[in-house]
């Protein structure tokens, strides 16, 4: 049993040669891969790097990013995958908050980077191979830090949650399981690698099984078909945003001859449409283990409509509960299945209470057979494409524009399973053009659709915090659409 996602990569390299991952259009062998991010190793443990210093992976998915990611668990350091979307300044802030020494890089504005050294991407091409068995990073223990991954920044800056080795092999193997996945199948993870859905359930779940483990550059519905049946993909990750869209904008005919028996989520929809043997669904986050509850649905079965949300039972190294106010809470039953904690201020904080209880904050209900099912986060916040917006950001960005007396950023529900962002903005007249000015800046997922004119915007008397849950019922002076 491998101690560190270092040694599990070269255990199946040595396995099964000939196992492919990277994008579906440049895939290839892991023992190639292995090569030349030991050679990146090299590269990043030189000039004097300390072990154990900190990365950061701040890149679109491609062939080159995995092999970056591989170079940074030889070099024995630990890497943040990073949303690079996020805007310069937000980017920088989060760096500035890692301490992160080296940052790997396909972006052609490097603004963030401040004074840290920085690689690009394309430099991966350049790497000498080198022997990956006598890597500095073989060495690693399951309880030291492989990676970071940050939350959404739905109450404040993003923060980073530190995964270690032993975070990843138990997810590898729950999933590997669930999804009952073998040496011959092929994984798609269609998603951006920097979230735990493609990189843990996907990426590391096929490659615990032997499978080969690919993405895409970029997630197309009408591309989705035509790659699953090109390069004869058996098993998928995927999540509720392409699940709706690929219902919405694709046939079965379009999904005729594919040859996938297996997938992460489980719709039911989906399944019948698309003929999908099995599906799993599940309950997790990237604190709680990355999945902590995982079910098996057969096509045939009654599968409910709420099926995306339904855990079911936790995990064998994983227990449960409710609080009186319904919020989920867990506990690891075997030591590195959680995840370490919150990098804060040059440390970790594990974020557990006395007993060992990371509180989720999410609320759940039981099932009539005790199964686990998620409700909705308890906090408030906005998700659209899959990811949580980060709502002071936006809202500090917007409040630049002087015209604005006061404003809230909060959402309304959207076509699919996305919100709809509205702004909510107390002006005489509204400024829309400065609006639109400024939110063209941010990435497309932060972008209000529309403005509400409103009187005011309610706020607690003692804090003078938004009470975001009431923005809903003011009354609007004016609505105004937002290309």
Known sequence: MPDSLAQLLLERAEQRPELKLGTVDNAITLRDALRVAAGGAWVLNAQGSQSNRRVALVANNSTDYLVAWMACLL?????????????SALLATMLDNLDADTILTDLEDRSFAG??????????????VDDPAASRGLTAREDDVASFMHTSGTTGIPKFCAQ?????????RAMAAALDLNSGDRMLAPLPLFHINPMGYGIVGALTAGADALTVSRFSASGFWPAVKDHQISALALHSPPVEILKRATTAEDADGHQVRTMF??????MRRFEIPSAVSGYGSTEAAGVSHLHRWKLGDDIPTNASRYGGHPRDDIE???????????RERAPHTLFAGYFTDGRLDPARDAEGWFATGDLGRRDDDGGLVFLERAAESIRVKGEFVPIPFVEEQLGAIEELEDLALWKKPGELV???VVLYVVAEPVPVQAIELVAAQLPGFMRPTQIAQVKAIPRDAAAGKVQRRLLDSQEVVSWTALG
């Not at 004074?115 to 000498?128: A, I």
């Not at 270690?164 to 590898?172: A, E, M, N």
């Not at 989520?265 to 989906?270: K, Q, S, T």
């Open 418 to 420: 996305d919100d709809d």
């Open 75 to 87: 070099a024995g350091r630990p890497v943040a995958l990073v949303n690079p979307t996020y805007p």
């Open 265 to 270: 989520y489980a719709d039911g929809e989906f």
């Open 164 to 172: 270690t080795h032993g975070y990843f092999l138990r997810l590898g």
């Open 320 to 330: 449960d509960r409710l609080t009186a106010d319904g919020e989920i809470e867990v």
């Open 115 to 128: 004074g840290r050294r920085v690689l690009d991407l394309s430099e991966v091409q350049t790497w000498l």
